[in-house]
């Protein structure tokens, strides 16, 4: 029950309470000899419920109880009548344990199971859960148990909607009468029953409903909840959507090797490589599946094959991911050459949530390809990145020069079909904003503002498409501000949505965007080419986003900042110099998302706290050591392994041993004495500078 | 009445107590001294249990209050020659005092009302309902009385308007979520005002209203938390259920303060849900309000107490040099004496004509009548075939001040009371009507307005009336009728739903008599309040004036409180759980 106090025990219940205890022990030292030797006559059967009588909580006995069932059930003889009499006898026994204690998991399971053999009467069941529900309206083991019997006998999902509607009119504070709706929606509108045809026509009740229950009580957060559902259930589409691509539609990419700029082409598009392929990146608005050869198909003047070999990029290691990349391999021959990606012209792209991608589309791009003077190459990598403010000039881009961000929107507007559709989700969005502030505008309320915040995110991003600015971004900010100082236990959260936001309006407009563009040096005797280098730094960015606008960086300064995570910069496939010093990374394993960039070459993760921590804590789902997969990595390589220097750090073996860097800072953490930088030239024999030392 | 039985002499003849009148006030008092171990004698004139509370049928209840509407004849002459018996006594004459004027008794439905006039049991001091935590429960639960009665949850309460509109009365957080007719915003505010009350009565620090507040109309507090007009009035006249017009202080001297109006809200909040098997804050005992009077009555009499229905106390014995009270003169002739009496109201103390009294005596003697308050309260009973609310039988209406007519400064509640509650055959509806006014022209109009608004009067067909009411049939019926014309054009917006038919009804006024402790010791009559709280307050403190050394019902030990209550819970409520 909630909301009573708990009664210290007085000396005589405690006394009761041994009482109890000693007569259990006799009961189940009687049982357990009983349950050895399988013995099931009428008294050893009684035996046992007089047990779960007592203790509702044991499972042996429960157990044993079925098995006496089947092995009365197995003899012949047993009629139709004496079956359901034998059953009805279980109920029985299941009803006075649930008496006893109405949260045992063991007894409501028993329940099922006696149920599911299909001979016992199922409408005495909604009864006794009526009675329990009174008892405790939010017992979610008779919800549980309720949706069960609502499937066994078929009762209409409209019945239970119903039912869910009067228990939360008699306390709308009941998370599981919320949550069953929120079950029995999803599956009248999966099925399209009657009158449930149309999201846009069942929200907006919906909307109405939940209202009620938080203007009335804002702090109950059972509500809230369930807001947050509909919010979701409004603002995703059900088919996935492909939001960003790189190269993107149209575009002109050159790609060098020798350092030499090409006025025609712009630094944006320009891309170093040195391993006679470029990736091709497909940025999707959530996590698919599905993404081959077949359903993504490739036309270019040299390729002819059109195989490609797609590669999910998680960390996890799903088949899953919301971000996909393919190395197209050019000929080293100088070369100029359209290419067009068709992507979802056969089915077979399938989001987490088992919804097709259905809106094909097709971009298409040029390559030019310049030879590569392997000279200048070599060269060219053992020159060192500063991290320096003096190095790093602000670019001024050419008045027609076109930006990758400026054609993702062309990208948006390509998917159009879409977004007359959710012209409903934007009102739905425009009306709910207008509720919370006016909500606001009564009283202080954390979640209102933090729902606020969100949903004024969600508004801008479904008008971006028309809008080429995020307006409400400034708002929004300020929101997160407030939250902070409002909700100090939250502040984590706040704080990394603060910085996603600040990301997504720094990146959503080409004049934002430049602001933070600039060139490293004086640009022809660049490392790398002649990239544009983005800097992010002291920002107080405590995680980062808004990759889909940022697949174009190669090189990136996140310095100064206060990451605890990169999660997700595995996007960034053209990243080659990647600036992250002076941040709070913990530990070796939270660098995981850069085991997936192939392309870089200089890092500086200096001045953190790596070491501090074993594993990355910030994330929930991490590979560590431990884990299967990378087991059966370590064990292939066990020569290195068994090198006595690097027992001690298989965490940065398992780290570094795939990345190809020229370049690392790592000074200024605690992991990095000189025992470990020594362990490190050993697991990346391509590094040529340690702490800005040349190394042999 | 004509023919009472002889009556039997009564054994002993000398008690600690008589109590004379069997209203609740009076059944409380013989109930507490019968358990502080006093000999008790209770006497009523009337053949039922309950006086000017019980429940009557209805072919009773004309006559009651016609009984009860005139000065009867003075006291029997007889008092005279005994007095001659006593050398030591001086009989002071008791008669009745006019209690009720204008009593209107209509009939439109003669045969219908014939058929059932005995099933239906109609409350003299209607409408009247229990709060689940009030004190009059809370003593009908520590004295026991709770196993002589059985009660059931009012559904709901509702504030009406000159429109036929009934708004429900958001009292709860699940009825402010449910509710239809408030905005968001409205909702918001009134539940934080709730939430505001809750943690000011829990002692929370930093939601604690100020003193200041505390000392200022309650009113002003609403304004000042900026709640709107209809919430303010929902809070006021149908939760706080004030009387008077609180936001006109030229009408009313009877300003709800922010403290008392807190402690309304308290008594209001935890009712809600105090019984498991109540849904809301009211309650309303099965078989009538009379049962309540009964219920103590029994409670005394298993304590011992002696009771005699039937018989008429036609003098007081005082003593000829001190003037002090010695006891009372039966109607049976029988002297019985007493250390003290407690009179029902409805009594005025008379000198016997032709003797002078003691000096003593006559110093006391304006002190003799019980005092009148100023007002009255003017009672309607109506009976239909068809509820007001479709789908609803037992519920409270409450009619703020100005809601029906400009002039209107009191708040009219209505009950409405199903068959359910085993007062009328199933498929009538008793409406029981109440409202404090100045005279009884005043009153008839609070009755009518509300008659009108909510019913369908049909001309009448027969009006019971007799002498001693002194109503002519063709007056009433046009006064009726004019008010329907009256409130023709303002009556309901939509014509096509019917309001249901008035069937039969009484309308009467009732004095406001306070109880008294003096020379006699008087009990108060019912008053316009919705619950009892005020009539125990009053029966408690004549007890302590009369008995100050005894305790008012003391705990027993073998009792415990705890079970009494859960017991309570379980039986409380509708018996069909």
Known sequence: MHGRPRKAPKPEDEAASAAKAQKLRALQTQFFSFHHDQIYTKEAVELSAKLLEINPESYTAWNYRKLAVEHYLSQSECGPDSVKSVLDDELRVVESALRQNFKSYGAWHHRKWVLSKGHSSINHELRLLDKFQKADSRNFHAWNYRRFVAELMNRSEQDELKYTEDMIYTNFSNYSAWHNRSVLLSALLEKKAEGFLLKENVLPEEYEFIHQAIFTDPDDQSGWFYNLWLLDQTVTTDSPLLVSTWPTCGSDVLIMGDGCQNGSFSPFTTLLSDSGSFPIILYFNQPVEGVNSSTVTIECGFDKNGYLHWEPLSVSNSQAAQVWVAHLKFPTPELDSSVEVRVGHSKGIISTRGFQYCHPSTFSFNVHVQPVERDSFQVSVAESILWREENFKIYRAQLEESIPIASFDQLCIKNGHESTASNWRTEALAKEIECFRELLSLMDCKIGKLTLARLLMAYDAMSIPFATKLVHSEEVLELYNDLMKLDPTHHRYYKDEHSFVLLQKMTSSKESLLQHCFQYKDSVSSVIGNPICLRLNNLSLSRIGAFEKLLWVQMLDLSHNELQSIEGLEAMQLLSCLGLGNNKLRSVTALEPLRKLKSLRVLDISYNQIGDHSIDTTRYLCSSPLSHSVGSELNKDETVISDASLVNYWEAFYMFKDLNLNQLDIVGNTIADEKFKSALVKIMPTLKRLDGKVLD | ?577
Not at chain 2, 18 to 26: A, F
Not at chain 2, 29 to 37: D, E, G, L, R, Y
Not at chain 2, 296 to 314: D, E, I, N, Q, W
Request: proline content about 8%; aromatic content about 8%; some cysteine.
């Open chain 2, 1 to 577: 009445m004509d023919d009472i039985p002889p009556y039997p002499p009564i054994d002993p003849t000398t008690f600690d107590l008589i109590v004379i009148g069997t209203g609740l006030p009076e059944s409380v008092i013989a109930a507490a001294a019968s358990t502080a171990s006093k000999s008790v004698l209770h006497l009523d004139p009337n053949p039922f249990y309950g006086s000017h509370f019980s429940s009557l049928p209805l072919a009773d209840l004309p006559s009651f209050l016609s009984s009860h509407s005139t000065s009867p004849s003075p006291p029997p002459p007889r008092s005279a020659s005994s007095e001659e018996e006593h050398r030591d006594f001086s009989l002071l004459g008791l008669a009745a005092r006019p209690i009720y004027s204008s009593i209107d008794i209509s009939s439109f439905s003669p045969d219908l009302i014939d058929q059932f006039s005995r099933k239906f049991i109609l409350d003299v001091a209607g409408p009247r309902v229990f709060f689940c935590a009030d004190k009059s429960i809370e003593l009908i639960l520590n004295t026991g009385a709770n196993q002589y009665m059985e009660f059931k949850s009012i559904d709901a309460t509702f504030v009406g308007d000159s429109k036929g509109n009934l708004l429900n009365v958001p009292d709860s957080r699940a009825a402010i979520f449910k509710d239809k007719s408030l905005g968001l915003m409205e909702k918001n505010l009134l539940m934080r005002f709730f939430k505001l009350v809750q943690g000011h009565l829990a002692d929370e620090q930093d939601v604690k209203i100020s003193d200041e507040d505390l000392q200022s109309p309650f009113v002003d507090f609403l304004n000042k938390m900026g709640l709107p007009p209809k919430i303010k009035s929902f809070i006021l006249y149908a939760i706080a259920m004030a009387d008077y017009d609180q936001e006109d202080t030229g009408v009313s001297g009877d300003l709800l303060k922010t403290k008392d109006g807190i402690d309304r809200l308290a008594l209001y909040n935890a009712s809600i849900g105090r019984f498991q098997n109540a849904s809301g804050a009211l309650l309303y005992p099965i078989y009538g309000q009379g049962e309540l009077s009964q219920a103590f009555c029994r409670r005394a009499a298993v304590k011992g107490c002696v009771y005699v229905l039937r018989m008429p106390v036609t003098a007081l014995l005082v003593d000829k040099d001190t003037g002090c009270y010695k006891g009372v003169r039966l109607a049976s002739g029988q002297d019985i004496f007493s250390q003290k009496l407690i009179l029902d109201p409805t009594f005025k103390v008379t000198l016997p004509s032709g003797s002078s009294p003691s000096p003593p005596l006559q110093a006391k003697l304006p002190f003799c009548s019980p005092k009148d308050d100023r007002g009255k309260v003017v009672r309607g009973i109506c009976i239909t075939k068809t509820s007001l609310k479709p789908d609803m039988s037992n519920f409270l209406v409450v009619y703020p001040p100005r809601s029906l007519f400009p002039e209107q400064v009191t708040s009219i509640r209505l009950l409405q009371i199903a068959s359910n509650l085993a007062v009328c055959p199933p498929g009538m509806f008793v409406l029981y009507i109440s409202s404090l006014c100045n005279d009884d022209d005043q009153g008839k109009k609070l009755i009518h307005a509300v008659t009108n608004t909510l019913l369908t009067v049909p001309p009448p067909i027969n009006s019971e009336s007799n002498a001693a009411v002194q109503i002519k049939t063709a007056e009433s019926g046009c006064a009726v009728q004019d008010e329907t014309a009256q409130s023709g054009s303002t009556g309901p917006s939509d014509p096509g739903e019917e309001k249901p038919t008035l069937l039969w009804s009484a309308l009467y006024s009732q004095e406001l008599t306070l109880g008294q402790v003096d020379f006699i010791c008087s009990t108060p009559m019912p008053d316009g309040k919705l619950n009892y709280d005020d009539l125990i307050e009053a029966a408690v403190k004549l007890f302590k004036e009369i008995y100050p050394e005894d305790e008012f019902f003391p705990q027993t030990s073998s009792e415990n409180h705890e079970d009494v209550d859960d017991g309570d819970g379980d039986g409380d409520a509708s018996p069909e759980t």
